[in-house]
């Protein structure tokens, strides 16, 4: 039993990381090859762009892919097509399957190695080997490209292609932007070249040594030094500012009390309900008569009360008299 979950648990994982390792996979060029267009005067840009054959020398249109993670990959068992109508949710996963061209499994060359790329023939020749698919790219004519997953449910990729002209690609550029490009920077199977900017060329034709851009970048480094300096001086110079101003405030939020005390000593005011110079001057007296004499002698903390005989502690005076018994006995003779 313990076997048999740990095979399950095995084989669970491992779908996960082919489906994980599926999704980083996506459509880098696509070349649509024009027969046509190798006759008049474009007949050595075509030949260039046409340059990159299948196995037995044959020109024909390309879909490259790309694995963009940064671990090897199989891209076996999965699907490629351009029938839009695998997009329908309700269509079953064997119906979907008979309107695409599946990869095959078994070739080294499906195994996709980190930021590496594969590519397909779209000539709808599948004898001639895996990498050829069992549909043509249409010439002339705008077309979507689908890439779906070996469960022949989940979509990995797509992207849309209009009609290109004879001897270009599509690309996608930095690994998010589509571009077309020409002739010269058709990469099959290689890293996707962008448009050579004209002012760049012109820059580097007017300026062979890079004088020019060396003292435009420095230019650019010593104002931003400048700025900083600008910026930092009338920082400090606004801090002092505000530090001196709550001094002022302070200071002055003092004399405003000592004025309020002085008015206060020299007469009564509202502030000092009817307070006035005599009544100022007793309390500051006893407080200095206290401050250095005190209002009371020095004792020594031990009690000096003494007890003193008088008639007043004399108990006898508290109780009447008793009677003697010889006059009670009189008083019974009688």
């Not at 990995?156 to 490009?181: F, K, N």
């Not at 020019?212 to 009338?234: D, E, K, N, Q, R």
Request: with cysteine; charged share 20%.
């Amino acid at each position: 039993m313990r076997k048999l979950l740990s095979v399950l648990s095995l084989l669970m994982a491992s779908t996960g990381a082919f489906a994980q390792g599926a999704h980083d996979f996506k459509f880098n060029e696509v070349y649509v090859y024009t027969p046509t267009c190798c006759s008049g005067d474009s007949a050595q840009t075509c030949d260039k762009s046409a340059s990159y054959v299948d196995e037995y020398g044959q020109p024909a249109s390309w879909i490259e892919i790309e694995n963009t993670s940064y671990s090897t990959h199989e891209i076996r068992n999965c699907y490629l097509t351009i029938n839009p109508a695998v997009l329908d949710k309700e269509m079953s996963a064997p119906e979907r399957e008979k309107l695409m061209s599946v990869i095959p499994a078994g070739d080294p060359r499906t195994s996709v190695a980190a930021k590496q790329r594969i590519t397909f023939f779209a000539d709808g020749k599948t004898n001639r080997g895996t990498l050829h698919l069992n549909f043509q790219l249409p010439v002339g004519e705008p077309f979507t490209l689908y890439l779906f997953d070996g469960n022949a449910v989940d979509l990995l990729d797509s992207v849309h292609v209009d009609a290109l002209p004879a001897g270009t690609s599509y690309a996608r550029i930095d690994g998010t932007e589509w571009q077309v490009l020409e002739a010269d920077k058709v990469t099959p199977n290689a890293p996707n070249v962008a448009y050579y900017n004209n002012k760049i060329k012109e820059f580097k034709e007017k300026d062979p040594y890079g004088i020019a851009m060396t003292l435009m970048c420095m230019g650019v480094v010593f104002s931003c030094l400048i700025l900083l300096f600008v910026f930092f001086h009338i920082f400090g110079w606004a801090m002092n500012r505000a530090a001196k101003l709550a001094r002022v405030r302070a200071i002055r939020a003092i004399h405003e009390q000592a004025s309020k005390v002085v008015e206060m000593a020299k007469q009564g005011t509202t502030e000092t309900k009817g307070i006035d110079m005599e009544t100022y001057t007793a309390v500051i007296g006893l407080a200095l008569h206290e401050y250095f004499g005190g209002t009371h002698d020095l004792e020594s903390g031990v009690l000096t009360i003494q007890q003193s005989h008088t008639t007043w502690a004399d108990k006898s005076h508290e109780l009447r008299t008793t009677p003697l018994h010889h006059q009670a006995v009189e008083l019974r003779k009688s």
